[in-house]
């Protein structure tokens, strides 16, 4: 059901075309200067990088389970069943923790604005949605990003690297990264050559905080029960002593009344 | 606490303003921490920050929010030994401590507003929820713990209009008022540990640990404890007090509990997760790492382990001075220092940034300062008021005092 992107790497000629078709379906600027740039920015949602004569993209993973949307205080950032992570730029408050929390360090953010936004690849949500490709898979001259059926497209990369002995490292990036990614990545050399962490783990990173966060509605009326139950032991103590005629210790008279509920 | 050069005891009366030397200190930073303003809110973030897309964190988060949170732990810490655990003779201290809190947790709210891209959506958790998120947890605790710590701090202003009516309802609302204070600041002063348990493969080993909600919470309650003792001593000196020494001896008496508690467990913690051998590895880390042991940790444990220290107002005072330091220290290598590894960035603030921070805790001191010239902040002074005050009041009086804490 959850569409996907495959980009290999190996059939990449390095075109470009896929950046210029992705800025000009998110309405950012193109030019030579900003084809340059090896970067994602908030004006660059995907670019590739050249190493050598290798290419690889650089682009939002659109994670099955993404920390961003995990974090996000408002829920500006949201998984689609469809695959796609969107962002709604009118619910966000700009606390940059989304930026802060993905494993890729993806998102990015429009610095220079005084009304600033979150900008990153949104796997066209809207093109998806109408049964569409993504603006660069529909552009790629060589098939190297092909759009489809996530679990087509796991079959189709495991094909390749088993038809290919030696072309390939034998990892599909994005598989089992922090729990399954919605961009698949095909590659020659070692997948860090490009800035792709290896060692992320295959457990989904939201798990780490949900753990901790799922106790809180446990903690609050257990806590509140056990200060209230040690508010009433220290209390009643008091009171005992009182009327036992015991003056109880280190008691300011003014302030006898005034602690009783 | 610098403006307060004038007598205490009678609000309102009008004093000659002169010029002393904190008096130019704070108007210095206020003048360039209101230029700073003017930049960050007509050019934007960019302009105003060193931040960027690799290091989208800096010093109004780490500083301003984190370590602002940390130093105004002492407000749980006292109503609970006070209310709950009925030690009455922290009494005297709990309503500067109260007050310490409460501006606290407004410059808190007021650095996020500088710190947030569209600072004008911050009421935006309040109606959209993501219960999965820290930050929306955090959010709503420190929403919910300002007004707390706003009704805990009422009956002294109550009182200084002598409005009984309300000051009996917040009296009547006090206990629940203090246990609910309490969760609420177990729960957001452990889950500024757990915004960072998301990223494990970007923070610093040594700082990076399942237990970081443990640290955060046990450490909040050690800055607690030193910042009751640190604005007790300062006020003792700046406002001519009577120093309560005998309670900043007890306050001192746990904290050293708290501090070898906090110390064992990070310990295991290091020994556990193999780090140990990095700290013996020289580098930029391990450096800061260890002037964070050794101010939070390694001097104030040697200090207030000896009984001679712990009796004396000085030993006290640098004790809790270099506890303050250490876990400040601690709170901005986890939000920068661990990092700058990952992103490759070094992170240093912009003097905008350092000039919004300057003001905001220049404004906690000024704030402090009128609050105790103008409110009964303290015993003494509240003494003075009593006695001036008709009999019907003074009869009244223990219940009114005993409400403001």
């Given at each position: 059901?959850?569409?996907?992107?495959?980009?290999?790497?190996?059939?990449?000629?390095?075109?470009?075309?896929?950046?210029?078709?992705?800025?000009?379906?998110?309405?950012?600027?193109?030019?030579?200067?900003?084809?340059?740039?090896?970067?994602?920015?908030?004006?660059?949602?995907?670019?590739?990088?050249?190493?050598?004569?290798?290419?690889?993209?650089?682009?939002?993973?659109?994670?099955?389970?993404?920390?961003?949307?995990?974090?996000?205080?408002?829920?500006?950032?949201?998984?689609?069943?469809?695959?796609?992570?969107?962002?709604?730029?009118?619910?966000?408050?700009?606390?940059?923790?989304?930026?802060?929390?993905?494993?890729?360090?993806?998102?990015?953010?429009?610095?220079?604005?005084?009304?600033?936004?979150?900008?990153?690849?949104?796997?066209?949500?809207?093109?998806?949605?109408?049964?569409?490709?993504?603006?660069?898979?529909?552009?790629?001259?060589?098939?190297?990003?092909?759009?489809?059926?996530?679990?087509?497209?796991?079959?189709?990369?495991?094909?390749r690297i088993r038809d290919n002995p030696g072309k390939y490292v034998n990892h599909i990036y994005g598989l089992q990264e922090v729990g399954g990614t919605s961009v698949l990545l095909l590659s020659a050399v070692p997948f860090e050559t490009f800035g792709y962490r290896s060692g992320l783990g295959k457990d989904p990173l939201p798990m780490l905080t949900y753990r901790v966060l799922s106790r809180i509605?446990?903690?609050?009326?257990?806590?509140?029960?056990?200060?209230?139950?040690?508010?009433?032991?220290?209390?009643?103590?008091?009171?005992?002593?009182?009327?036992?005629?015991?003056?109880?210790?280190?008691?300011?008279?003014?302030?006898?009344?005034?602690?009783?509920? | 606490?610098?403006?307060?050069?004038?007598?205490?005891?009678?609000?309102?009366?009008?004093?000659?303003?002169?010029?002393?030397?904190?008096?130019?200190?704070?108007?210095?930073?206020?003048?360039?921490?209101?230029?700073?303003?003017?930049?960050?809110?007509?050019?934007?973030?960019?302009?105003?920050?060193?931040?960027?897309?690799?290091?989208?964190?800096?010093?109004?988060?780490?500083?301003?929010?984190?370590?602002?949170?940390?130093?105004?732990?002492?407000?749980?810490?006292?109503?609970?030994?006070?209310?709950?655990?009925?030690?009455?003779?922290?009494?005297?201290?709990?309503?500067?401590?109260?007050?310490?809190?409460?501006?606290?947790?407004?410059?808190?709210?007021?650095?996020?507003?500088?710190?947030?891209g569209k600072p004008y959506n911050i009421w935006h958790p309040l109606i959209m929820r993501n219960p999965h998120s820290v930050m929306f947890e955090v959010a709503y605790c420190v929403m919910l713990y300002t007004t707390v710590l706003a009704l805990e701090f009422s009956p002294i202003v109550l009182e200084r209009f002598n409005m009984r009516k309300s000051l009996r309802f917040v009296r009547s609302i006090?206990?629940?008022?203090?246990?609910?204070?309490?969760?609420?600041?177990?729960?957001?002063?452990?889950?500024?540990?757990?915004?960072?348990?998301?990223?494990?493969?970007?923070?610093?080993?040594?700082?990076?640990?399942?237990?970081?909600?443990?640290?955060?919470?046990?450490?909040?309650?050690?800055?607690?404890?030193?910042?009751?003792?640190?604005?007790?001593?300062?006020?003792?000196?700046?406002?001519?007090?009577?120093?309560?020494?005998?309670?900043?001896?007890?306050?001192?008496?746990?904290?050293?509990?708290?501090?070898?508690?906090?110390?064992?467990?990070?310990?295991?913690?290091?020994?556990?997760?193999?780090?140990?051998?990095?700290?013996?590895?020289?580098?930029?880390?391990?450096?800061?790492?260890?002037?964070?042991?050794?101010?939070?940790?390694?001097?104030?444990?040697?200090?207030?382990?000896?009984?001679?220290?712990?009796?004396?107002?000085?030993?006290?005072?640098?004790?809790?001075?270099?506890?303050?330091?250490?876990?400040?220290?601690?709170?901005?290598?986890?939000?920068?220092?661990?990092?700058?590894?990952?992103?490759?960035?070094?992170?240093?603030?912009?003097?905008?940034?350092?000039?919004?921070?300057?003001?905001?805790?220049?404004?906690?001191?000024?704030?402090?300062?009128?609050?105790?010239?103008?409110?009964?902040?303290?015993?003494?002074?509240?003494?003075?008021?009593?006695?001036?005050?008709?009999?019907?009041?003074?009869?009244?009086?223990?219940?009114?005092?005993?409400?403001?804490?």
């Amino acid at each position: 059901m959850s569409r996907a992107l495959l980009y290999d790497s190996t059939v990449c000629i390095g075109c470009r075309q896929c950046e210029q078709a992705c800025a000009s379906q998110n309405k950012l600027p193109y030019d030579d200067s900003i084809a340059a740039e090896e970067q994602q920015s908030a004006h660059k949602l995907t670019c590739i990088v050249t190493r050598g004569d290798k290419f690889m993209r650089r682009l939002c993973m659109n994670c099955n389970e993404p920390s961003c949307a995990s974090v996000c205080p408002v829920g500006a950032m949201q998984k689609t069943a469809l695959g796609p992570v969107i962002y709604d730029a009118s619910k966000c408050m700009g606390c940059r923790y989304c930026m802060v929390a993905c494993p890729f360090s993806v998102p990015k953010y429009e610095w220079g604005k005084l009304i600033p936004k979150v900008e990153k690849c949104t796997m066209c949500p809207d093109r998806v949605a109408a049964g569409k490709q993504t603006a660069c898979a529909e552009i790629c001259p060589t098939g190297a990003t092909k759009f489809g059926e996530r679990d087509d497209l796991i079959a189709d990369a495991q094909q390749r690297i088993r038809d290919n002995p030696g072309k390939y490292v034998n990892h599909i990036y994005g598989l089992q990264e922090v729990g399954g990614t919605s961009v698949l990545l095909l590659s020659a050399v070692p997948f860090e050559t490009f800035g792709y962490r290896s060692g992320l783990g295959k457990d989904p990173l939201p798990m780490l905080t949900y753990r901790v966060l799922s106790r809180i509605p446990d903690f609050v009326p257990l806590g509140g029960m056990a200060l209230g139950g040690i508010w009433w032991i220290t209390h009643r103590r008091e009171e005992v002593a009182l009327s036992e005629g015991r003056k109880p210790a280190q008691k300011k008279d003014d302030n006898k009344t005034g602690r009783k509920p | 606490m610098k403006l307060s050069s004038s007598p205490m005891g009678s609000p309102f009366r009008a004093t000659g303003f002169r010029f002393t030397f904190w008096k130019l200190v704070f108007l210095f930073l206020l003048a360039a921490g209101l230029y700073a303003t003017f930049i960050r809110f007509t050019q934007g973030l960019g302009a105003s920050t060193n931040l960027s897309d690799k290091f989208p964190w800096g010093i109004w988060i780490s500083f301003d929010v984190l370590c602002g949170v940390m130093l105004a732990a002492g407000g749980f810490t006292l109503t609970a030994t006070v209310h709950i655990f009925n030690l009455e003779r922290m009494h005297s201290i709990i309503r500067p401590t109260i007050l310490t809190a409460f501006l606290g947790y407004i410059l808190v709210c007021v650095a996020l507003m500088y710190d947030l891209g569209k600072p004008y959506n911050i009421w935006h958790p309040l109606i959209m929820r993501n219960p999965h998120s820290v930050m929306f947890e955090v959010a709503y605790c420190v929403m919910l713990y300002t007004t707390v710590l706003a009704l805990e701090f009422s009956p002294i202003v109550l009182e200084r209009f002598n409005m009984r009516k309300s000051l009996r309802f917040v009296r009547s609302i006090l206990i629940p008022l203090v246990i609910l204070g309490v969760i609420l600041s177990t729960l957001h002063q452990s889950s500024l540990g757990t915004l960072y348990l998301i990223m494990p493969e970007k923070l610093h080993p040594f700082w990076y640990s399942p237990l970081l909600p443990v640290f955060f919470f046990l450490s909040a309650i050690a800055v607690g404890l030193a910042m009751t003792i640190f604005e007790s001593s300062q006020s003792a000196k700046h406002f001519g007090l009577q120093l309560e020494l005998p309670v900043l001896q007890e306050l001192g008496r746990v904290l050293v509990v708290v501090l070898w508690l906090y110390a064992i467990l990070r310990f295991e913690d290091l020994a556990h997760r193999g780090v140990l051998r990095l700290m013996i590895r020289p580098g930029y880390e391990m450096y800061l790492f260890w002037l964070e042991l050794m101010l939070a940790l390694i001097l104030p444990l040697i200090l207030l382990s000896q009984r001679k220290v712990r009796a004396s107002p000085t030993g006290l005072y640098w004790s809790a001075v270099l506890v303050l330091l250490g876990f400040i220290t601690n709170r901005m290598n986890v939000s920068i220092t661990g990092f700058e590894g990952s992103t490759g960035v070094h992170y240093f603030p912009k003097w905008t940034e350092l000039a919004v921070t300057g003001m905001i805790i220049a404004l906690g001191f000024a704030l402090f300062g009128l609050a105790v010239q103008y409110l009964p902040i303290f015993a003494q002074e509240h003494a003075v008021e009593a006695i001036a005050e008709s009999t019907a009041t003074v009869e009244s009086e223990p219940v009114l005092e005993n409400a403001g804490d």
